[in-house]
């Protein structure tokens, strides 16, 4: 069976090519793909189970512990809600990830909640805040 990061490889491999082909046009994977991206890597590395993709908050677990995988090729992330623990993972275009952040939810959701809330209700926080709150 092919890992995830080779897949991914792929997909970076053809991104190449598009970008080749069409200078000044960028093709990165983004949004949901990324996400899901992360989502499949963490349950195959960590051993989750995967929630359904429409579940609030949460996207997978492990035993009872409930995780919310967050996967960025940026510097940071956005959160909408407290969750009880966090996954962090930083996607390379060789389809390697970087975990940054993996533990409870409650120090990170600390780190913005006494912010107003943003318009989109994505609060943003960069990847070395995570680094200093695990």
Known sequence: MTRTPTLIRK??????????????????PDGHMVGSLGEAYAEETYGLTLLSSSAKTHDAKKGKKMIQIKTTQTNRIAISSEPDHLLVLKLHRDGSFEEIYFGPGSPVWNLVAHRRRPRNGQYQIALKALQRAG
């Open 11 to 28: 997909i970076y491999a053809l991104v190449d090519q598009l970008e080749t082909k069409h200078p000044g046009r960028h093709f990165t």
